[in-house]
């Protein structure tokens, strides 16, 4: 009996992989090449066996994955938490269902009847998508709707969280933001009207998913999805008609930082790494209905709790699986070009900087001085005193970055493919020795947190003054309340 048994389970192996010829390349391990040792595997760069995929994203041509990947990682990272099967058995999951299931699912327009019969919201016309969570969340959410409608925007925005976890009173200070003609509504994203609603993980901390299932259940089509402190300086409705998203349908903005070349992710993604900056995720735009396979994909790597524990061991919360979910579903995206810098305060002694917010620029490049978005993340993580700042003196003040060369008729030099322009031009020529990094800078016996730019030969960098208008309206948006930390 037991010898039957084997039989017939060797030779049930041998029919599943005759029925998916493509399972045999994913469990073979001839195309990966490893090191083992006694306890852990040493993963070297990652081939694909497949040949590269004809993406519709030809704006920029990265160049070869390089091993500066490592020297701009956001995080070290244990690359032994999974072994080879593991990994593979996790990205057989996924490929299976986008070729066998994602084109069974409802499209965006079928989707947005459904919920428009469950939910009497359909998803339609342009708006704006934010998130929270907590009642700092909250503050700054407040804020970056203030200067939104300060700007000239009436675009409508739906505000999303997890049931449960606002209060009424927070509610309230949503809605008390809402006007007839500029809408501000708050959902759930654990409805079960909604067309695919997603529970929170009580067992962690970040539940960064939150975002996905915003963007895919909002009563929009087209949507600005903005991290609650990502405030806008100037009015973005223009995003939604220039000629990037036109074209592509989507916009992403870069971060600091790079994939390290050697993680496991690349391998889960059957993709040999790209070298390019990673994406920043605290603001998009997005075109639900021609990014829905990417959407309904990245719904899929986070289904459930086992899911995302996989997929965040190895990426940074939720920010690059937008750019991966395109890329494995061949959905055009536009990443913008323009690097981003940092902004922030100097120290008394009018030299040292502190980098407190990120800024992301014009996604064109006849615009890509003109800063676009404030990411204020890292306010948050910092208690200011108000001996020193004042609306003459506001702690977001300056901005630093690198200097471009030959800036007089300055253009991105050409990449590979006829008629492109290299990812990051500017940066390309000495981006070995282009470094954002953490640091912390103390004056008054205050210790703050801060991010800065190394300088280098060759890469020099500038401080440039940021709107002062903007500046004090974001004190006075906050209204003087410098100890908000954690």
């Known amino acids: 009996m037991k010898t039957t048994l084997i039989i017939l389970f060797f030779l049930s192996v041998h029919l599943t992989l005759r029925k998916f010829p493509s399972l045999q390349s994913i469990l073979s391990i001839q195309h990966f090449e490893s090191i083992e040792t006694t306890s852990t595997v040493e993963y070297i760069e990652y081939k694909s066996p497949l040949s590269p995929v004809d993406f519709n994203i030809t704006r920029y041509t990265p160049g070869d994955c390089i091993g500066d990947n490592i020297q701009f990682?956001?995080?070290?990272?244990?690359?032994?938490?999974?072994?080879?099967e593991e990994i593979d058995a996790k990205r057989y999951e996924w490929q299976e269902f986008a070729k066998y299931e994602l084109d069974l699912m409802p499209t965006f327009h079928q989707a947005s009847e459904q919920q428009q019969k469950s939910f009497q919201r359909p998803m339609q016309g342009r708006g704006i998508v934010s998130y929270v969570n907590s009642q700092t969340s909250i503050d700054f959410l407040t804020v970056t709707i203030r200067v939104l409608r300060k700007s000239g925007s009436k675009l409508p925005?739906?505000?999303y969280a997890f049931a449960n976890e606002i209060s009424l009173y927070q509610q309230d200070r949503i809605f008390k933001l809402s006007t007839p003609e500029a809408t501000v509504k708050f959902f759930e994203v654990d409805d079960r009207r909604n067309y695919l609603p997603m529970s929170r993980d009580l067992t962690k901390k970040n539940n960064w998913h939150i975002k996905i299932a915003a963007i895919i259940n909002c009563g929009f089509e087209e949507v600005l999805a903005l991290d609650s402190d990502s405030v806008p300086m100037k009015n973005p409705g223009f995003l939604f008609d220039i000629p990037e998203y036109v074209r592509d349908g989507t916009i992403f903005w870069p971060d600091y930082w790079k994939t390290h070349?050697?993680?496991?992710?690349?391998?889960?993604?059957?993709?040999?790494?790209?070298?390019?900056?990673?994406?920043?995720?605290?603001?998009?735009?997005?075109?639900?209905?021609?990014?829905?396979?990417?959407?309904?994909?990245?719904w899929f790597w986070n289904r459930n709790s086992e899911s995302r524990t996989f997929?965040?061991?190895?990426?940074?919360?939720?920010?690059?699986?937008?750019?991966?979910?395109?890329?494995?579903?061949?959905?055009?995206?536009?990443?913008?070009?323009?690097?981003?810098?940092?902004?922030?305060?100097?120290?008394?002694?009018?030299?040292?900087?502190?980098?407190?917010?990120?800024?992301?620029?014009?996604?064109?490049?006849?615009?890509?001085?003109?800063?676009?978005?404030?990411?204020?993340?890292?306010?948050?993580?910092?208690?200011?005193?108000?001996?020193?700042?004042?609306?003459?003196?506001?702690?977001?003040?300056?901005?630093?970055?690198?200097?471009?060369?030959?800036?007089?008729?300055?253009?991105?030099?050409?990449?590979?493919?006829?008629?492109?322009?290299?990812?990051?031009?500017?940066?390309?020529?000495?981006?070995?020795?282009?470094?954002?990094?953490?640091?912390?800078?103390?004056?008054?016996?205050?210790?703050?947190?801060?991010?800065?730019?190394?300088?280098?030969?060759?890469?020099?960098?500038?401080?440039?003054?940021?709107?002062?208008?903007?500046?004090?309206?974001?004190?006075?948006?906050?209204?003087?309340?410098?100890?908000?930390?954690?």
């Open 311 to 486: 997929i965040t061991t190895y990426l940074h919360g939720d920010k690059d699986q937008f750019r991966f979910s395109w890329r494995a579903t061949n959905t055009s995206y536009h990443m913008v070009q323009n690097w981003l810098s940092s902004a922030g305060f100097l120290l008394s002694d009018s030299k040292t900087f502190c980098g407190v917010t990120a800024i992301q620029y014009h996604p064109s490049d006849s615009h890509r001085d003109e800063p676009l978005f404030a990411h204020i993340n890292f306010m948050k993580y910092n208690i200011f005193d108000s001996q020193y700042f004042n609306f003459e003196n506001p702690m977001v003040s300056v901005i630093k970055k690198y200097k471009f060369e030959n800036q007089v008729g300055w253009e991105h030099p050409e990449g590979k493919v006829s008629g492109t322009k290299l990812s990051f031009g500017h940066m390309r020529k000495h981006m070995w020795t282009t470094r954002a990094f953490f640091t912390s800078r103390k004056q008054n016996g205050i210790l703050y947190n801060c991010v800065d730019f190394m300088e280098f030969v060759g890469t020099p960098t500038e401080l440039v003054p940021i709107d002062i208008d903007f500046a004090s309206d974001l004190m006075k948006k906050f209204e003087m309340r410098y100890e908000w930390g954690l």
């Open 157 to 159: 925005i739906e505000v």
């Open 261 to 298: 070349s050697l993680n496991p992710i690349w391998r889960w993604l059957d993709m040999q790494c790209i070298d390019e900056f990673e994406q920043e995720s605290c603001a998009m735009v997005i075109n639900k209905s021609r990014s829905w396979r990417a959407l309904m994909l990245m």
């Open 73 to 84: 990682q956001l995080q070290t990272l244990n690359f032994s938490q999974h072994t080879q």
